[in-house]
Every structure is written in structure tokens, then in C-alpha cells.
């Protein structure tokens, strides 16, 4: 099995960055594809981004695009989501997922929030 571990969650104003970290261990998140989700109370847990295995192929939510990088170091079995120019809206918890490669439809899976592993969060608010 794989755990994962959010960081680098916190409070910034609105305009400024954060980058969060999700490290794994149990297994290398090498086989996995990860994404990023956010949810806020109330709602459903929504996709952010998603990085294939290797990295070379992502996937955005229109809200984030252009804002946020997801970004993977398999080496250190880590993954990344930068975010800049953020938003009162971006507040939330955000959690990291991974779902093996090797399963039938893995990267929508993942992109549905069906993967089999999900991080505790990390709250990342942005305010004035």
C-alpha cells in the first residue's frame, strides 16, 4: 500500500503563492498516476491536477489552469502542486491521491476521484 503525507499548507493573501508537497512511502509512487483534490465543507471533493508516471503528461481543472503546476520527483517519491495567484475561492483542504497505473482506466479514475489512495489533507487558506 502506499501512504500519503500532505505539507506545505497554510494561510497567504490573495495574489500569493504556496506550494505543497505529498510524500509517499509504503511503495515508489513510480507505477502511480497522482492528482491533486481540494474540497471545502459542504462540498464534494473536486479535481485539481494530475500528473501521469512519468510526468509528462497532465491534467488541469479550468479553475486552476494556468495558476497551479502539479510536478513529480520519482526519486524522491514526492509530488508537487504549485499555486500562485491564489484566490479567496482556491480555500480549502487539498489532498493528494495515487492510482496505479496498471488498473483498467487509472488516469480517469483518478481524474473521477476514485483512487484507492488518499492523503489526510492539508488546509490551505487564502485571505486578506
Known amino acids: 500500500q502506499v501512504q500519503l503525507v500532505e505539507s506545505g499548507g497554510g494561510s497567504v493573501q490573495p495574489g500569493g503563492s504556496v506550494r505543497l508537497s505529498c510524500a509517499a512511502s509504503g511503495r515508489t509512487i513510480g507505477p502511480y498516476h497522482m492528482g491533486w483534490f481540494r474540497q471545502v465543507p459542504g462540498k464534494e471533493r473536486e479535481f485539481v491536477a494530475a500528473i501521469s508516471t512519468s510526468g509528462g503528461k497532465t491534467a488541469y481543472a479550468d479553475s486552476v489552469k494556468d495558476r497551479f503546476t502539479g510536478s513529480r520527483d520519482n526519486a524522491k517519491n514526492t509530488v508537487y502542486l504549485q499555486m500562485n495567484s491564489l484566490k479567496p475561492e482556491d480555500t480549502a483542504v487539498y489532498y493528494c491521491?495515487?492510482?496505479?497505473?496498471?488498473?483498467?482506466?487509472?488516469?480517469?479514475?483518478?481524474?473521477?476521484?476514485?483512487?484507492?489512495?488518499w492523503g489526510q489533507g492539508t488546509q490551505v487558506t487564502v485571505s486578506s
Open positions: 491521491a495515487a492510482s496505479p497505473a496498471s488498473q483498467v482506466a487509472s488516469w480517469d479514475r483518478l481524474l473521477a476521484a476514485r483512487s484507492d489512495y
